[in-house]
């Protein structure tokens, strides 16, 4: 570590920062509408039960973890690594930093949506002005970051703290204007009720759900930068509960604001169409002005932790040596290009989606839901291992942790669906690809596993390639 970056040490309230300023952000601003198209109240606390109870368990393994192998302190990248060799790091690392780029794209495409319900030349945050606009606002933000981490990291905390106020505003006239009678419409969705609707309704969120629990590992990804090792998992766990809270009271009390095809109906960031509801169209521009502060304070976190995971990797020879570079302010700007580079591109990609915002929300959690499973895996294998000074009791819950932990990430990669796969398969291959080559290069053998993984990936690409050419596959 150079002495730039051993200089720069992060606090509790910092750390915990970046893990909510992570989690909430555009996500949590499109909530009434994504969840009322797929689902009721039902289904909604139905999704959040499951969501939540699986990424507490997430949240418990990277605490658990930062106490276990301190020495890892390159987060969910070394974790998967130590667990499982170079391959299944190299995928950790690729997944996440790309998660973390589209959830950029996310952001960027809602900031311009948002200044679409005032401006319409921005559209719906895809249209040529709004690109033109966001790749300025994209690259601004590229040299803020080069001016240093701890700097960075210092605005994201005032950001969070920032936009904590218009939800909390928002919470507030979502009780005031609570109609009990339209909630108790909005219970089964206006569909009969039934254990296989129910089911069917909440399959449809548990991706979204993802997505706006993405960012809980960012205190882990940055324990390298911690004033205190223990503080990690503190921000971790304060971090999410506090998220979840938000998250939950925002879906379910709007089900009390309006129907749920009214809530369905309207256009992103549909959080501003519920205040307009309750409050008129000053309501609305007040949630916008939030979201836009929301929005880029997030933007900002998760280019830090892009940017960090692409350095980590380098610096363990899982990626190009380049990108372990660092400049005097101690910020790896080797990886800040290329991962600003990615997200350009993938910003220009977002023209030619039918529905840019939600396949960036539903891609970014595909992407991070492998690394999530490696790093709850790698915790399930430590507990199925010696106890190594934990005392009984204590081994036994890790075991129980973790394994719920893995359960819920595998299950939410399969219920995302087959298109999201064979999309981020198309995402892991060229990856993929150059490193099976610098191993080969490096005199180092693919395993059987390993190279298994590698083939079915590059099938998974092939077929993704045929079925957009085909059109039975769209973006």
Not at 110 to 118: E, N, S
Not at 185 to 203: S, V
Not at 443 to 469: K, N, Q, S, W, Y
Request: overall charge positive; some cysteine.
């Amino acid at each position: 570590m150079s002495p730039a970056v051993g200089s720069r040490k992060l606090s509790l309230l910092e750390l915990t920062a970046l893990v909510v300023g992570s989690m909430i952000g555009s996500g949590i601003f499109a909530l009434p509408a994504a969840f009322a198209a797929n689902t009721g109240v039902n289904g909604a606390l139905l999704a959040w039960a499951i969501a939540g109870t699986g990424m507490l368990m997430l949240a418990f393994v990277f605490q658990s973890l930062s106490r276990l192998k301190p020495e890892l302190d390159t987060g969910i990248y070394a974790y998967a690594k130590a667990g499982f060799g170079d391959y299944a790091g190299l995928l950790s690392a690729v997944g996440y930093w790309l998660g973390c780029c589209l959830a950029d794209v996310a952001c960027l495409i809602l900031i311009k949506a948002t200044l679409g319900q005032f401006f319409p030349v921005f559209g719906d945050g895809t249209t040529v002005v709004a690109i033109l606009s966001a790749s300025l606002l994209l690259w601004g933000f590229h040299f803020l970051i080069l001016r240093g981490i701890k700097e960075a990291a210092l605005i994201n905390t005032i950001a969070t703290v920032a936009k904590l106020v218009p939800l909390a505003v928002f919470i507030v006239f979502l009780v005031l204007g609570f109609r009990a009678d339209v909630f108790a419409l909005n219970l089964w969705g206006g569909e009969p009720p039934g254990a296989g609707t129910l089911w069917q309704q909440t399959r449809g969120t548990l991706l979204l759900t993802v997505f706006v629990f993405v960012g809980i590992e960012g205190a882990s990804v940055y324990s390298r930068h911690a004033r205190r090792r223990e503080d990690v998992g503190i921000a971790t766990v304060a971090g999410f509960l506090g998220v979840l809270c938000l998250l939950v009271m925002v879906t379910i009390l709007s089900y009390g604001i309006l129907l749920r095809p009214d809530l369905a109906a309207l256009r992103t960031p549909s959080m501003a169409g519920v205040m307009e509801a309750i409050a008129g169209r000053w309501g609305a521009l007040f949630i916008s002005i939030g979201l836009l502060i929301s929005v880029l304070g997030n933007y900002l976190s998760w280019s830090l932790l892009a940017a960090e995971v692409l350095h980590s990797a380098a610096l363990n020879d899982a990626m190009p040596r380049a990108l372990a570079r660092e400049n005097r302010a101690g910020v790896p700007d080797a990886a800040l290009w290329l991962t600003n580079g990615v997200i350009q591109t993938f910003l220009l990609v977002s023209w030619f989606a039918d529905y840019a915002f939600t396949l960036a929300l539903k891609m970014t959690s595909a992407m991070t839901l492998v690394p999530y499973l490696l790093v709850a895996a790698y915790q399930l294998k430590l507990s199925l291992g010696a106890q190594g000074g934990v005392d009984a009791p204590a081994h036994a819950r890790m075991r129980w942790i973790a394994g719920i932990a893995t359960v819920y990430a595998a299950s939410m990669l399969l219920a995302g669906g087959s298109r999201y796969l064979l999309l981020s398969s198309l995402l892991y291959v060229p990856g993929s690809l150059l490193f099976w080559a610098w191993q080969r290069h490096r005199g180092i053998a693919f395993r059987p596993l390993e190279m298994g993984v590698l083939l079915l990936l590059c099938a998974m690409a092939v077929a993704a390639i045929v079925g957009l050419a085909s059109g039975w596959l769209r973006l």
